[in-house]
């Protein structure tokens, strides 16, 4: 449901324009994915000109996580995936778009040349610490180095392990 263009372009602007960037986008029923993509890139140019009021030269960029769980729902359901919109469309200088996905899955999804690859390394030990430190103060390096064994030193793991964490007692 979350890969069809129509969703996905209308959850991306509403989250920009719950900052403030832009207004919100409203798609009907009915309405093709390529009319709600001209409305949506609409919104990522009104996010760019205000953000570019007080900064000239900044850019958006929108990251997409899991962009390989999208294309597989999208396949599965013989629908189409937003992820080959964003990749296909041109959005205007300033507008960029970081996708993360395991890196197996990329080129059997997309063809060589249509993304550049930047692996993304686990945290050694001393990223773990400083990763719990800003979150908890009285973090230690033992409880960092059991952190680190346990998650390997990937971020996501860690984000998830400690989401719900109040303390580390």
Same mark, same amino acid.
């Given at each position: 449901?979350? %890969?069809?263009?129509?969703?996905?372009?209308?959850? #991306?602007?509403?989250? =920009?324009?719950?900052?403030?960037?832009?207004?919100?986008? &409203?798609?009907?029923?009915?309405?093709?994915?390529?009319?709600?993509?001209?409305?949506?890139?609409?919104?990522?140019?009104?996010?760019?000109?205000? =953000?570019?009021?007080? %900064?000239?030269?900044?850019?958006?960029?929108?990251? #997409?996580?899991?962009?390989?769980? @999208? $294309?597989? @729902?999208?396949?599965?359901? $013989?629908?189409?995936?937003?992820?080959?919109? =964003?990749?296909?469309? *041109?959005? /205007?200088?300033?507008? %960029?778009?970081?996708?993360?996905?395991?890196? /197996? *899955?990329? *080129?059997?999804?997309?063809?060589?040349?249509?993304?550049?690859?930047?692996? #993304? $390394?686990?945290?050694?030990?001393?990223?773990?610490?400083?990763?719990?430190? *800003?979150?908890?103060?009285?973090?230690?390096?033992? #409880?960092?180095?059991?952190?680190?064994?346990?998650?390997? /030193?990937?971020?996501?793991?860690?984000?998830? &392990? =400690?989401?719900?964490?109040?303390?580390?007692?």
């Amino acid at each position: 449901y979350r %890969h069809l263009p129509e969703k996905a372009f209308v959850q #991306i602007a509403n989250e =920009l324009s719950a900052k403030g960037l832009c207004e919100p986008l &409203i798609a009907t029923n009915g309405l093709s994915s390529q009319t709600v993509l001209v409305d949506f890139n609409r919104r990522l140019q009104d996010v760019l000109r205000r =953000l570019r009021v007080q %900064h000239p030269d900044a850019g958006v960029y929108v990251f #997409i996580d899991a962009a390989d769980n @999208a $294309k597989m @729902a999208a396949q599965d359901a $013989k629908e189409s995936c937003f992820v080959d919109y =964003l990749l296909q469309s *041109r959005f /205007g200088e300033g507008c %960029h778009f970081v996708f993360s996905a395991r890196t /197996g *899955r990329m *080129r059997e999804f997309w063809p060589e040349g249509a993304f550049d690859q930047v692996e #993304i $390394k686990p945290f050694d030990e001393d990223e773990v610490f400083q990763f719990l430190k *800003r979150k908890f103060a009285d973090a230690n390096s033992s #409880i960092a180095k059991k952190l680190y064994v346990r998650t390997a /030193g990937s971020p996501r793991t860690m984000a998830g &392990i =400690l989401s719900d964490c109040k303390t580390l007692k």
